[in-house]
């Protein structure tokens, strides 16, 4: 599609995984952590617009990852983590569709709660504030896998 030669314009990261193709994002997906490696997307003023509403969508596996990889929100659930958009619905307000896409679980990384409500939130605020100044805005996001030391006092990053 035309938003998708827009997002790959200047290239995409290489990791030899399955990218996976959506109306306004691109992703990798992990299958072993279930998660996205990475995400890129395209802002502009105009994607910002529309009617669109995250009141209509709501949290679900990935219909294109197989059962046996996608994440499930029972994942989250009395984890302590929150979900975390990648591609930001807030993004696309200028289709329902490419709205509901950023709501599958492939998109989504656990992110402590003061970070996704603040720090995160103030970084999307950001980058669509970029597109009152430039035409294209190009956003390519990932998790960071933070190790914590186990009893040993060696830092491992483990999943369960």
């Known amino acids: 599609s035309a938003a998708q030669r827009i997002i790959k314009l200047y290239g995409l990261p290489v990791d030899g995984a399955e990218t996976r193709y959506y109306t306004n994002h691109i992703l990798s997906y992990d299958q072993s952590k279930r998660t996205p490696r990475w995400v890129a997307e395209h802002l502009s003023a105009e994607k910002l617009l529309g009617k669109a509403d995250r009141k209509h969508c709501k949290f679900k596996p990935d219909p294109n990852v197989p059962e046996l990889f996608t994440a499930h929100n029972e994942d989250y659930l009395g984890s302590g983590w929150s979900r975390g958009h990648m591609a930001p619905a807030g993004d696309n307000k200028f289709s329902e569709q490419s709205m509901v896409e ?59």
Do not use: H
């Open 102 to 160: 950023t709501f599958y679980l492939s998109n989504i990384v656990p992110q402590n709660y003061e970070n996704n409500a603040g720090f995160w939130n103030r970084l999307e605020m950001y980058c669509r504030e970029l597109t009152e100044r430039f035409r294209d805005v190009w956003v390519i996001s990932g998790p960071l896998t933070l190790p914590q030391p186990g009893e040993d006092k060696k830092k491992t990053v483990s999943y369960k």
